[in-house]
Nanobody, 115 residues
């Protein structure tokens, strides 16, 4: 079983920055994709950014140029550096790990951006 533990959420003013972390523990295959998704109230969960074990990244258009995803394979940890935050970035942010047929989610961390 794999567990994902997120940290780093909080309240920040527009234009500010936050860094999210997600640490994975358990039996983790070396070939995997880790990513961040977010869900605002009344909205569907959406991809924010993802990175695979080969370090190929993918970003939502709305965050390109502002957010950066990275990972430390030795620590099984993925990070999301969020700069120039906007009120519309307010959501619960979830970490996800996919490996072969396995799909795991974290419990989510709240990010609130005040205007």
């Amino acid at each position: 079983q794999v567990q994902l533990v997120e940290s780093g959420g909080g309240l920040v003013q527009a234009g500010g920055s936050l860094r999210l972390s997600c640490a994975a523990s358990g039996i983790i295959f070396s070939i995997n994709t880790m990513g961040w998704y977010r869900q605002a109230p009344g909205e569907q969960r959406e991809l924010v950014a993802a990175i695979n074990s080969g370090l190929t990244t993918d970003y939502a258009d709305s965050v390109k140029g502002r957010f950066t995803i990275s990972r430390d394979n030795a620590k099984n940890t993925v990070y999301l550096q969020m700069n120039s935050l906007k009120p519309e970035d307010t959501a619960v942010y979830y970490c996800r790990l996919r490996s072969y047929a396995n799909d795991y989610w974290g419990q989510g961390t709240q990010v609130t951006v005040s205007s």
